[in-house]
């Protein structure tokens, strides 16, 4: 991993190598990087982008202009190189904002530039890194996180920064959260991932961009080793309850080890378990009679050789997308089992590996990492908010809720049907009949549809009624003989800290209080809960841009803010009032009710609870977020500062 980010690395690479790597690289990216060399604007004067699409990096410039950009850089990098690659001057904020308009080829709107700015992070500063506490008390005040996933590791990080003791708990027996448990063929990621890192710990190295699971877990354990965190994690602990104790303002938390159980005591709590960890096996009977190997896609049998096997894949959402066509050379036959159709958004970059070139640009050409880190984000910066939005006086709410939303539906079914030629059978099954982005939208770079099309996989529509020992019984009363079956189905993410019981002030059990609505102030904190924050917690999955990771870093921001008021002040505990909390899950509600994902044609999505609502999906702006988030308003808060209950 690559950690010296923004000013380059020097190098004595000749040039026609340089010229090699030049024709590998994203050229708005390489003309922003040549305007840090040189200080001058004309790079991007004299050059103009067609527009920014996600994951489209060359900014649809044409050959001649690409051409014209490759040939005008090679110079200036041979010169950079001759003189010794010195570290660049600073530029003014002005040329900045200059920067950041052409590379969103649109102006950067006022309130997305403190989010974009820190995002960027020029300066290297790393601007979400906590302020330290104060030595004595913080060394009072040790803190549990649970959970070592993406959020685990990151709140880890951030309080030793601080210089705040802390202890990790985790039930597997490695970092990474789903990209520990999730093996299965085919799993990757489906942000890019040159985005989907910390914004501190940048890789220049991935050998995809979309990187596979084991590329992704190899990440997070080596940001673990080298912020020096693994003697802090306890592996294979799992939490079973955690209960807050006023008269000594501390958690005690219950964990089971394969020795038994015991109690561990903390000041604080920090819950980083995640949404999409605890698989859902679908209830269909007789689903313990099947004579075969049967398993979820997250806990993947290893042992299980599926070559020239009849497999029945049970669910075609993100993780039965990724399978089907991992396995589909191996198997003998492969039946998809799908309840209902995806929307597949075009990104033909879904496979590949990240080339020579680019990987060499991102090492030695000053911030070039950081812009196309920029050039990922903000084409999903919302812009699937944009879509997701209804529109009432749009006329036709049963096929879209919005001209943007129209739109998108053109586009992805001109994709899916593009692919599927004259078969109008499979055309009639992949086309949903539901808005677009409605559910969670699946990168597609056509390896789905080529596999259905395979004369060794068919796609069944009709509902599963029953398992038998041979295999599976549909509706319509056939048949479906398998060796292996595979429940590719999901999880329980709308269980929130399932099956943990946590219990606050005055006896009161979270889920009790939640029932089948979790809420929560910022989606942190709670009351009646001292000193508990959360981190993924309701109303803060991302269904429309940015990356879970960057919300991470603004929620541990804010949680750091609130354990430094703790110490500094001598407080013993906080808590939100109940009027805050309540306000901000009433204007959550307006929001995501007002939003396609709570469209009434899409029954079946796992952000809505049994009872049709959505409590788990953010409807706000990144920027709208991060400023929520930025400074703690303390005033809507109840804190302890003494034993005065």
């Given amino acids: ?88 001057a600073p530029l003014s904020a002005g040329l900045i904002r200059e920067m950041l308009d052409w590379a969103a080829a649109e102006p950067v709107d006022d309130a997305n530039l403190p989010l974009v700015l820190e995002e960027l992070d020029l300066d290297g500063a790393d601007p979400r890194r906590p ?71 940048p890789s220049n190295h991935w050998e995809h961009f979309f990187a596979e699971q084991p590329e992704l877990a190899a990440y997070f354990d080596d940001v673990m080793t080298h912020h020096e965190l693994h003697s ?43 949404q999409l960890n605890r698989p859902r096996l679908p209830d269909l009977p007789g689903r313990d ?14 042992d299980v050789d599926v070559t020239g096997k009849r497999v029945a894949l049970v669910g075609a959402g993100a993780s039965g997308f990724q399978i089907a066509p991992a396995i589909a050379g191996q198997v003998a036959h492969l039946e998809v089992f799908q309840r209902t159709a995806q929307w597949m958004f075009p990104n033909p970059m879904y496979h590949d590996r ?3 070139g680019a990987r060499w640009a991102m090492e030695h050409l000053p911030y070039y990492a950081r812009w196309y880190r920029f050039l990922l984000f903000w084409p999903g910066a919302d812009k699937g908010l944009d879509a997701a939005r209804v529109d009432p006086d749009y006329p036709d709410q049963d096929n879209a809720v919005s001209e943007i ?40 770079n056509g390896s789905w549809l080529a596999t259905l099309r395979r004369p060794n996989v068919d796609l069944v529509r009709t509902p599963i ?53 979790p809420h929560a102030y910022l989606g942190i904190t709670v009351p009646q809960f001292p000193n508990l924050f959360m981190m993924y ?70 952000f809505k609870n049994p009872d049709g609502e959505i409590h788990t999906v953010s409807p706000w702006r990144l920027c709208e977020y991060r400023a929520a988030l930025a400074d703690p308003d303390w005033s809507a808060f109840r804190i302890h500062a003494d034993e005065t209950v």
């Avoid at 901000?584 to 469209?599: F, L, S």
């Fill in 289 to 302: 009679t099947f004579a075969g190997p049967s398993f979820h896609s997250a806990a993947w049998d290893h």
């Fill in 405 to 444: 939303n129209a739109m998108a539906r053109l586009m992805f079914t001109e994709w899916i049907t593009s692919q599927v030629g004259d078969d109008d059978d499979l055309r009639a099954k992949v086309v949903p009949d539901y808005p677009a982005t409605g559910k969670r939208t699946l990168q597609d």
């Fill in 537 to 606: 917690g309701p109303g803060t999955h991302l269904a429309h841009g940015g990356s879970l990771i960057m919300h991470s870093e603004l929620q541990m921001r804010y949680i750091n803010a609130c354990i430094e008021h703790l110490v500094n002040t001598g407080a013993r505990s906080m808590e939100p009032l109940p009027a805050p909390t309540e306000q901000w899950h009433r204007r959550t509600q307006e929001k995501i009710t007002k939003t396609v994902w709570a469209h009434p044609s899409i029954r079946h999505s796992y």
């Fill in 232 to 274: 802090h994690v306890r592996w294979n602990t799992e939490v079973l309850a955690a209960g807050w104790d006023e008269h000594s303002a501390t958690w005690t938390v219950t964990v089971r080890t394969a020795g038994g159980t015991e109690t561990l005591a903390a000041r604080a709590l920090i819950t980083a378990v995640g």
């Fill in 465 to 517: 009624e029953r398992i038998t020992p041979e295999g599976i019984v549909t509706a319509d009363g056939s048949t479906h003989e398998a060796d292996v079956i595979v429940y590719a189905t999901g999880f329980h993410a709308t269980e929130l800290l399932a099956p943990m019981t946590i219990t606050g002030r005055d006896g009161a059990d979270l889920h009790r209080e939640w029932g089948r609505r």
């Fill in 1 to 88: 991993m690559t950690r010296t980010f923004h000013a380059g690395r020097p190098f004595t690479t000749p040039t026609s190598e340089i010229a090699a790597a030049l024709e590998e690289v994203s050229i708005p990216t390489l003309l922003l990087s040549l305007v840090h060399l040189t200080g001058d604007p004309r790079f991007i004067r004299d050059f103009a982008q067609a527009g920014l699409f996600l994951n489209e990096v060359q900014g649809f410039m044409s050959e001649e202009d690409k051409a014209r950009a490759r040939a005008t850089a090679l110079p200036v990098i041979v010169d950079y190189r001759d003189r010794g690659c010195p570290p660049p």
């Fill in 131 to 201: 302020a330290p506490v104060d030595a004595g008390p913080g060394a009072d005040f040790p803190v549990i996180v649970v959970g070592c996933g993406e959020s685990g590791i990151l709140a880890g990080i951030r309080l030793r920064q601080a210089g705040v003791p802390f202890t990790i708990l985790e039930k597997n027996g490695g970092p990474g959260g789903t990209w520990w448990e999730n093996t299965y063929p085919g799993a990757r990621v489906d942000v890019a991932n040159h985005l989907y890192c910390y914004s501190f710990e």
């Fill in 354 to 356: 990240v080339p020579a």
